[in-house]
């Protein structure tokens, strides 16, 4: 088994993430979830099935919601916009820490409950290998919305970059960002902070070695 030879390692050279002592205790806590029940494949694959999107523990969730309303407190925030399928039970949880704001979906197909006007675009999907249209009904993305981005993982930002052309194409305020684990080593997360966005990722992971398991935390 690759896990009995997952070690946490961090990068002592980057700038540590400013956050109270109890939120930091449940960044720790969702590394050292990655590091005991994560496994590294080949082709910078993070499987986290077993507590993250498969499996679902909802009190993690929970914890990742307290840490992301610390985060982003200050800042209006009425709706929750994720793309399915992992993002929607992390999404729906965090929500009850931002006044229980409604949580939408992208949807990856169109589909016969699918009517009416749509912002819709596409994006190109890291796991699949694929292309897939993201859509949002009219009806549930508005000119005036203030929207939290809510996703499990963050590797090159494709699909979070979709989601955003639809807030702007809706004429909505993106005013965060939350990840679960974003790739750090693939660029995403911080090509979107520079572009100016408040990119808030509870572990980022450096790097990983599917030969060893090994697993490196930025800190």
């Keep these: 088994m690759l896990n009995s030879y997952i070690r946490l390692a961090v990068c002592h050279h980057l700038m540590p993430l400013s956050r109270p002592t109890r939120l930091r205790g449940f960044m720790k806590e969702l590394e050292e979830r990655i590091a005991q029940q994560g496994t590294v494949k080949p082709g910078n694959v993070l499987k986290v099935d077993a507590f993250l999107n498969h499996q679902c523990d909802v009190e993690l969730f929970d914890h990742m919601g307290a840490a992301w309303a610390e985060h982003f407190k200050g800042k209006t925030i009425d709706k929750i916009l994720t793309i399915e399928a992992s993002g929607i039970g992390i999404a729906c949880v965090v929500a009850r820490h931002f006044g229980n704001a409604p949580v939408v979906f ?3 197909a169109q589909s016969i409950n699918l009517d009416g006007d ?9 796991t699949k290998q694929k292309e897939f249209p993201v859509i949002v009904s009219k009806r549930y993305l508005n000119e005036g919305d203030h929207v939290l981005l809510i996703d499990d993982f ?3 930002g494709k699909a979070l970059k979709g989601l955003i052309e639809l807030c702007h194409e809706a004429g909505a305020t993106v005013e965060g960002i939350g990840i679960a684990v974003e790739k750090g080593f693939q660029g995403g997360g911080d090509q979107l902070r520079e572009e100016g966005y408040d990119v808030d ?19």
């Design 106 to 108: 992208a949807k990856k």
């Design 201 to 219: 990722s509870l572990a980022i992971v450096e790097s990983m070695d599917p030969e060893n398991g090994t697993i490196e935390f930025r800190s």
């Design 154 to 156: 963050l590797a090159n």
């Design 118 to 126: 749509q912002y819709t675009t596409t994006v190109y999907s890291f």
